[in-house]
T-cell receptor
Framework: AQSVTQLDSHVSVSEGTPVLLRCNYSSSYSPSLFWYVQHPNKGLQLLLKYTSAATLVKGINGFEAEFKKSETSFHLTKPSAHMSDAAEYFCVVSLGGFQKLVFGTGTRLLVSP | NAGVTQTPKFRVLKTGQSMTLLCAQDMNHEYMYWYRQDPGMGLRLIHYSVGEGTTAKGEVPDGYNVSRLKKQNFLLGLESAAPSQTSVYFC?????????????FGPGTRLLVL
């Protein structure tokens, strides 16, 4: 069965330092993978997605993620955190047919001045 | 384009009461979804629809019903609310079925059942 595991429930960084949010997936076939962001009291917004093209995927707001099949990972990174990046981030795998998504439990990113 | 909108934004119910949550999208999407979000559990799929007049069960369908009478609307009903249904409900829509389609989410409805 397809699933995702977000390895950290909370990540704290200082403004201007790199961000790393970790995600491992389990899938019986080549998956589609997504990162969504949720700002407080808001809906979810797509950051980026992997769909079996380039393994390094660039998203909005300077975020990127690398698909590593050998490690079954899809970690999200950003070179320099901004205060506005403080939010909850969800790693998501698609089950394919009818586009049903399986969400990770989320990682809350805290950014301090 | 308003995208995906949800009504109401917040509601308090007493146990046993009923209510309907409305989701509307103006992107002409075929697929629509209802999720619930609970602390520490991510989002879980309640029901989904692959087109007007069709609905199907997701991961946690018990206690909920849905209808898709018009392509742009997807209604989620609670016939007899229970405290376990206290949650934040999100509606989403997508265009296609490739598995790689982006889902667009509404702002959510916060429901408290006393």
């Amino acid at each position: 069965a397809q699933s995702v595991t977000q390895l950290d429930s909370h990540v704290s960084v200082s403004e201007g330092t790199p961000v790393l949010l970790r995600c491992n997936y389990s899938s019986s076939y080549s998956p589609s993978l997504f990162w969504y962001v949720q700002h407080p009291n808001k809906g979810l917004q797509l950051l980026l997605k992997y769909t079996s093209a380039a393994t390094l995927v660039k998203g909005i707001n300077g975020f990127e993620a690398e698909f590593k099949k050998s490690e079954t990972s899809f970690h999200l990174t950003k070179p320099s955190a901004h205060m506005s990046d403080a939010a909850e981030y969800f790693c998501v795998v698609s089950l394919g047919g009818f586009q049903k998504l399986v969400f990770g439990t989320g990682t809350r990113l805290l950014v301090s001045p | 384009n308003a995208g995906v909108t949800q009504t109401p934004k917040f509601r308090v119910l007493k146990t046993g009461q009923s209510m309907t949550l409305l989701c509307a999208q103006d992107m002409n999407h075929e697929y629509m979804y209802w999720y619930r979000q609970d602390p520490g559990m991510g989002l879980r799929l309640i029901h989904y629809s692959v087109g007007e007049g069709t609905t199907a069960k997701g991961e946690v369908p018990d206690g909920y019903n849905v209808s898709r009478l018009k392509k742009q609307n997807f209604l989620l009903g609670l016939e007899s609310a229970a405290p376990s249904q206290t949650s934040v409900y999100f509606c989403a829509s997508s265009y296609g079925t490739s598995g790689a389609e982006t889902q667009y989410f509404g702002p959510g409805t916060r429901l408290l059942v006393l």
